[in-house]
């Protein structure tokens, strides 16, 4: 794969789900890849599948500013640069306003947008520095339209996508990259973060009947990466094809 192979990857949210297959996938096309998220157990899995000259486990929370400081500088320390960072981590605790599920409010909040601002704040003085980089934001087609049961995670998942068009807009001239992948339903453990009675199981039935597989995401995310450096995807929005809003 082009403009793939040797680049470093620093991935949050790889301990399962769409970051863990886009390893994957970037490990096979020839990069290294940075693994941050919690479950440092599943991180060290995933770095003996794929071998420890290819991947590196980071136990990072990303809504803790310091710890997502520490995981970028020590990615950057082990491989030498930083290419691509791949703002993956996320929830999605769907639930009505009324029922007024105040902690999930505000950790979807902090974990989808402060723990995305947080990774840009940490990585874009390496790439300033490095006078190339590709940032890569992971809104949703709840970054496109909102339903009755999501208005926090729609909240979060547009206002990703305006922090990811402001950058775009702000690091042209340094001639950095920013992508945007908006996924519908794929296969992951996202649903397991849905815990309000009565969505829970709709939203489950959902995934069971229409998700498809987290590699159409990874091939999405490394497509982004090929192109030359002077090719700029900006944003990719992608569904399963029955998946009818
Ligand atoms: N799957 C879909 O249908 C879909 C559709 C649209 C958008 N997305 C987006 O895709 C992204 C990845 O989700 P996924 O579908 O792959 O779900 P997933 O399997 O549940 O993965 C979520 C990842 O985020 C990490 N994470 C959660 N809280 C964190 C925290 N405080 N600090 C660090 N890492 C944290 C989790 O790791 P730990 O728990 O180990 O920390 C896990 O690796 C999310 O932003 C999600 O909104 C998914």
């Keep these: ?56 486990a980071f136990q990072v929370d990303v809504t803790k500013r310091e710890q997502v400081e520490a995981f970028v500088k020590g990615s950057k320390e082990h491989f030498g ?9 996320g929830l999605m605790p769907m639930a009505p306003l009324s029922m007024n ?18 990774g840009v704040g940490a990585v874009l003085p390496i790439m300033k520095e490095q006078g190339s980089g590709q940032n890569i934001f992971v809104s949703s087609v709840a970054g496109h339209v909102v339903n009755s049961v999501s208005a926090v995670y729609c909240a979060t998942k547009f206002g990703v996508r305006a922090i990811a068009e402001s950058l775009r807009q702000e690091v042209k001239e340094d001639g950095l990259r920013t992508t945007i992948l908006s996924p519908g339903a794929v296969e992951s453990e996202l649903p397991g973060s849905v815990k309000a009675e009565g969505v829970q199981e709709a939203i489950a039935d959902f995934y069971e009947k229409q998700a498809i597989p987290a590699s159409s995401f990874a091939r999405a995310a490394v497509y982004a990466i090929s192109q030359p450096e002077e090719v ?4 990719i929005l992608f569904r399963p094809t029955s998946q009818t809003f």
């Design 232 to 235: 700029d995807i900006n944003e």
């Design 1 to 56: 794969m082009e403009n793939v192979a040797g680049k470093v990857v620093v991935i949050t949210g790889a301990s399962s789900g769409l970051g863990a297959e886009t390893a994957r996938h970037l490990v096979e096309a020839g990069a290294k890849v940075a693994l941050g998220a919690r479950r440092k157990d599943r991180l060290d899995a995933l770095v003996d599948e794929l071998g420890s000259d290819n991947a590196r």
């Design 101 to 118: 599920r105040y902690d999930e409010w505000e950790q979807c909040i902090d974990v989808n947008l402060k723990g995305v601002l947080y």
């Design 81 to 89: 640069r930083i290419d691509v960072m791949l703002h993956n981590a």
